[in-house]
C-alpha cells in the first residue's frame, strides 16, 4: 500500500510540475492563437496522466479497504462453512450408517406375523424418524450457510470488478447491501442495523464504484461508533441505512449515532490526504474518492453532523444517467 501511495503522490507532483509549466507565472499566458500543437498534445498527456492517477487511487483505496476487512470477510465465510462441514459430517458419518443398518436389518429379518413389531422396535432404537427430521434441518441450514456465502463473494466480486466507466441498470439496495455484507464482521459488534429501504425504480450507474461509496460510509460509521461504547452503559451503537428517491434522483443515507464530526473539520473531510486518524490508520483518501466517485455520477453528497450525537451522509445520484454537460445544454 505504502508503495502505490509513493507512486501516486509521485505522479500527483509530475502532474502538478508539467502545469506550472503550462502556466508558469515567469511567463505570460499565450494568446489563443499562439497556442502551439506540441503544448495541445502535451496537454493531452497530462489529462491522460492525471485520469490514470485518478484510477490508481480509486484501485489503492479498494484494496486497502479490501486488506482492512480480509479478516473479517474470513470469518463470515468461516461460520456457515464450519455448519455445512459439520453437518455433512454428522449425515455421513452417523445418520447415514444407522439408515443402512436400519435397511440391512429390514433386508435380513424373515417375513412373518411379528416383521412389523419389530420394524417399530428398531425404528425407535435407531431413532429414524428423528435423524429424517434432523436431516432435513441440516441440509436446509447448510442451504442457508452456502447462499450467505455466495451472497459475500458476489459482494466481493461486485466491489472488486475491474474499473470501467459502464453504467449500467442496477438497483439501489443490492448495491448498499453488497457493501453491507462486505463490511458485516465489523458491523455487527458495534453496531444495531436498521434498514429502512423504499422501493425506488433502478438507476443507472457504476454498482461497483457505488458499493465502494458506500462501503467507505459504513465503514467510518463504524468507526465514529466504537469511541462511544461502554459495556455497561452502551455496549451498542446504532447504523441507519436509508434508501428514497425524489423525482429525479436516487437517494441513499448513512447515518450513525457515533461520536459526530466538530465544526472545524466538517468542512475539509473530502479534501485528498485530510484525516484525524493517527499515522498508519488512514491515508486521508476515503472520503476524497467517495466525492469524486458521486461526482463522476453527476451526483451530490452532503453531510450533517453534531459533535457528540451523530453524522449523516446523504447521496444522491440520478436516475438516469446524464454525461457532463448534457444537463446544461
Same mark, same amino acid.
Request: hydrophobic share 40%; net charge negative.
Given at each position: 500500500?505504502?508503495?502505490? *501511495?509513493?507512486?501516486?503522490?509521485?505522479?500527483?507532483?509530475?502532474?502538478?510540475?508539467?502545469?506550472? &509549466?503550462?502556466?508558469?507565472?515567469?511567463?505570460?499566458?499565450?494568446?489563443?492563437?499562439?497556442?502551439?500543437?506540441?503544448?495541445?498534445?502535451?496537454?493531452?498527456?497530462?489529462?491522460?496522466?492525471?485520469?490514470?492517477? !485518478?484510477?490508481?487511487?480509486?484501485?489503492?483505496?479498494?484494496?486497502?479497504?479490501?486488506?482492512?476487512?480480509?479478516?473479517? @470477510?474470513?470469518?463470515?465465510?468461516?461460520? $456457515?462453512?464450519?455448519?455445512?462441514?459439520?453437518?455433512?459430517?454428522?449425515?455421513?458419518?452417523?445418520?447415514?450408517?444407522?439408515?443402512?443398518?436400519?435397511?440391512?436389518?429390514?433386508?435380513?429379518?424373515?417375513?412373518?406375523?411379528?416383521?412389523?413389531?419389530?420394524?417399530?422396535?428398531?425404528?425407535? #432404537?435407531?431413532?429414524?424418524?428423528?435423524? *429424517?427430521?434432523?436431516?432435513?434441518?441440516?441440509?436446509?441450514?447448510?442451504?442457508?450457510?452456502?447462499?450467505?456465502? #455466495?451472497?459475500? =463473494?458476489?459482494?466481493?466480486? %461486485?466491489?472488486?470488478?475491474?474499473?470501467?466507466?459502464?453504467?449500467?441498470?442496477?438497483?439501489?439496495?443490492?448495491?448498499?447491501?453488497?457493501?453491507?455484507?462486505?463490511?458485516?464482521?465489523?458491523?455487527? /459488534?458495534?453496531?444495531?442495523?436498521?434498514?429502512?429501504?423504499? %422501493?425506488? $425504480?433502478?438507476?443507472?450507474? =457504476?454498482?461497483?464504484?457505488?458499493?465502494? =461509496? /458506500?462501503?467507505?460510509?459504513?465503514?467510518?460509521?463504524?468507526?465514529?461508533?466504537?469511541?462511544?461504547?461502554?459495556?455497561?452503559?452502551?455496549?451498542?451503537?446504532?447504523?441507519?441505512?436509508?434508501?428514497?428517491?425524489?423525482?429525479?434522483?436516487?437517494?441513499?443515507?448513512?447515518?450513525?449515532?457515533?461520536?459526530?464530526?466538530?465544526? !472545524?473539520?466538517?468542512?475539509?473531510?473530502?479534501?485528498?490526504?485530510?484525516?484525524?486518524? @493517527? =499515522?498508519?490508520?488512514?491515508?486521508?483518501?476515503?472520503?476524497?474518492?467517495? /466525492?469524486?466517485?458521486?461526482?463522476?455520477?453527476?451526483?451530490?453528497?452532503? @453531510?450533517?453532523?453534531?459533535?457528540?450525537? &451523530?453524522?449523516?451522509? #446523504?447521496?444522491? @445520484? $440520478?436516475?438516469?444517467?446524464?454525461?457532463?454537460?448534457?444537463?446544461?445544454?
Amino acid at each position: 500500500m505504502k508503495q502505490s *501511495l509513493d507512486t501516486i503522490i509521485t505522479l500527483l507532483s509530475s502532474i502538478d510540475s508539467n502545469l506550472k &509549466g503550462l502556466t508558469g507565472s515567469n511567463a505570460p499566458a499565450p494568446k489563443p492563437a499562439e497556442v502551439t500543437t506540441h503544448e495541445v498534445v502535451k496537454d493531452s498527456a497530462i489529462e491522460s496522466e492525471l485520469k490514470n492517477t !485518478q484510477l490508481m487511487l480509486l484501485h489503492s483505496e479498494k484494496m486497502a479497504s479490501l486488506g482492512s476487512m480480509a479478516a473479517g @470477510v474470513a470469518h463470515e465465510l468461516n461460520n $456457515p462453512l464450519a455448519w455445512i462441514l459439520s453437518n455433512f459430517q454428522i449425515i455421513g458419518e452417523k445418520y447415514i450408517r444407522n439408515l443402512k443398518e436400519f435397511f440391512d436389518l429390514i433386508d435380513e429379518y424373515p417375513d412373518g406375523p411379528d416383521f412389523r413389531e419389530f420394524l417399530s422396535r428398531e425404528r425407535k #432404537r435407531l431413532k429414524i424418524d428423528f435423524m *429424517l427430521e434432523d436431516i432435513v434441518n441440516m441440509l436446509q441450514e447448510s442451504t442457508e450457510g452456502a447462499l450467505k456465502m #455466495r451472497k459475500i =463473494v458476489e459482494g466481493l466480486r %461486485s466491489f472488486a470488478r475491474a474499473e470501467g466507466d459502464d453504467f449500467i441498470e442496477a438497483a439501489m439496495s443490492d448495491i448498499v447491501d453488497n457493501a453491507l455484507s462486505i463490511a458485516f464482521n465489523q458491523v455487527k /459488534y458495534v453496531a444495531n442495523i436498521h434498514k429502512e429501504y423504499q %422501493s425506488i $425504480p433502478p438507476a443507472i450507474v =457504476v454498482p461497483s464504484q457505488l458499493s465502494q =461509496v /458506500y462501503l467507505n460510509l459504513i465503514i467510518n460509521a463504524v468507526q465514529a461508533i466504537k469511541p462511544t461504547l461502554n459495556k455497561a452503559t452502551r455496549p451498542m451503537g446504532n447504523l441507519w441505512l436509508r434508501i428514497k428517491s425524489d423525482e429525479e434522483n436516487a437517494i441513499v443515507e448513512v447515518t450513525d449515532d457515533g461520536s459526530g464530526i466538530s465544526p !472545524q473539520n466538517i468542512s475539509r473531510i473530502f479534501d485528498p490526504f485530510f484525516t484525524t486518524k @493517527v =499515522v498508519g490508520e488512514g491515508t486521508g483518501l476515503g472520503l476524497h474518492i467517495v /466525492y469524486n466517485i458521486v461526482q463522476k455520477h453527476n451526483g451530490n453528497i452532503t @453531510v450533517d453532523s453534531k459533535e457528540g450525537e &451523530g453524522t449523516t451522509f #446523504r447521496v444522491s @445520484v $440520478p436516475l438516469i444517467h446524464k454525461e457532463s454537460g448534457e444537463e446544461n445544454g
